[in-house]
């Protein structure tokens, strides 16, 4: 099958005050279409970044980004930001980004459902993640591990075809942390995450090492 997601000779730079800044320097990566890659690195190895670049919310300076082989640096701002909110979703490190925080959990997941036009069963998919009988309840009332599951949960209402997660893992305890691996080993769809969490790089199917500059 092919990859879902692949960069090729992707490079960024930044100007600055002091200088131009090189985040990433013809790097290539591709994301099959199934399993967990891991972008492994510690910080200021440019995963972070690399990760805004594969999910289209940055443009790379050059290089291309194909999404299930279809180029999408060209793209509109309209037309990359249409993927973004059907086919390609991205979980930030801090739990509360990932949701709307006055919402309840199912409604959370009808809105990230009513987003790509799609439908959803809210009780079998907290099933699914692990979070049963929580569907009445305020996102601040769930644990920073809880929180995390319910963003991958929103990911899965609007049928993304890939999912993109930066340290997802990083500010949560160990048992939040588990819970969360648990659930990205499980998730339907293909997995990338940028991450230097040993445990979440021992169960990726494929890794990618990166190396600060």
């Given at each position: 099958m092919a990859d879902v997601l692949t960069a090729q000779d992707v490079h960024v730079t930044?100007?600055?005050?002091?200088?131009t800044v090189t985040a990433?320097?013809?790097?290539?990566?591709?994301?099959?279409?199934?399993g967990m890659t891991v972008l492994a690195g510690p910080s200021g190895s440019g995963k972070s970044t690399l990760l805004r670049v594969?999910?289209?919310v940055e443009k790379p300076t050059s290089g291309e980004v194909l999404l299930s082989g279809s180029p999408t640096v060209s793209l509109s701002a309209a037309r990359r930001r249409a993927l973004r909110r059907k086919d390609i979703a991205l979980v930030f490190q801090n739990p509360a980004d990932n949701l709307i925080g006055h919402l309840t959990v199912a409604d959370n997941l009808r809105a990230a459902a009513q987003a790509a036009g799609?439908?959803?069963?809210?009780?079998?998919?907290?099933?699914?993640?692990?979070?049963?009988?929580?569907s009445s309840w305020r996102v601040p009332a769930l644990s920073g591990g809880q929180q995390q599951r319910l963003a991958f949960g929103c990911a899965l209402a609007r049928g993304?075809?890939?999912?993109?997660?930066?340290?997802?893992?990083?500010?949560?305890?160990?048992?939040?942390?588990?819970?969360v691996l648990s659930t990205l080993v499980s998730l339907p769809v293909p997995v990338v995450v940028a991450s230097h969490d040993p445990r979440l790089i021992a169960l990726a199917a494929r890794t990618f090492p990166m190396v600060a500059a």
């Open positions: 930044y100007r600055t005050p002091a200088g990433l320097s013809g790097v290539s990566v591709s994301v099959p279409s199934s594969l999910s289209l799609r439908p959803v069963d809210v009780e079998e998919l907290l099933e699914s993640l692990g979070l049963p009988g929580t993304a075809s890939v999912v993109l997660a930066d340290e997802p893992t990083s500010q949560l305890d160990s048992a939040s942390a588990d819970l």
